[in-house]
């Protein structure tokens, strides 16, 4: 399933950014669980957020609960990370990911990824 990112950019620390995660499917988000992982460069790719495909179950990483929120607009088939008080230890590419139904956390869990979108906050 093609996955597009955006909204990236540069923001100072205690910024705010909002991502979203476009699919071109129909009725997508009756079908896929989705998530947001990032990867800062000679890291590993990590779990951010995910949420179900009904909109009503969502999981955090602990480094980022209480300050991003995920969510999906059904009608305009996007997924959107809301990313409030936003940290340097938060830059890295952030890339959205869909899976059929159930809500994951793993990497290996998602089949379909977007090409990934960079965020940089500075100091």
């Known amino acids: 399933v093609p996955l597009v990112e955006s909204g990236g950019g540069l923001v100072q620390a205690g910024g705010s950014l909002r991502l979203w995660c476009e699919a071109s499917?129909?009725?997508?988000?009756?079908?896929?669980?989705m998530a947001w992982f990032r990867q800062a460069p000679g890291k590993e790719r990590q779990f951010v957020a995910a949420?179900?495909?009904?909109?009503?179950?969502?999981l955090y990483a602990d480094s980022v609960k209480n300050r991003f929120i995920i969510s999906h607009h059904d009608a305009r088939n996007r997924m959107y990370l809301q990313m409030n008080d936003l940290q340097p230890e938060d830059t890295a590419v952030y890339y959205c990911?869909?899976?059929?139904?159930?809500?994951?956390?793993?990497?290996?869990?998602?089949?379909?990824w977007g090409q990934g979108t960079q965020v940089t906050v500075s100091s």
């Open positions: 990911a869909a899976r059929h139904f159930s809500i994951a956390t793993m990497v290996g869990d998602f089949n379909s």
């Open positions: 499917v129909t009725d997508f988000f009756t079908k896929y669980a």
């Open positions: 949420v179900d495909w009904s909109g009503t179950r969502t």
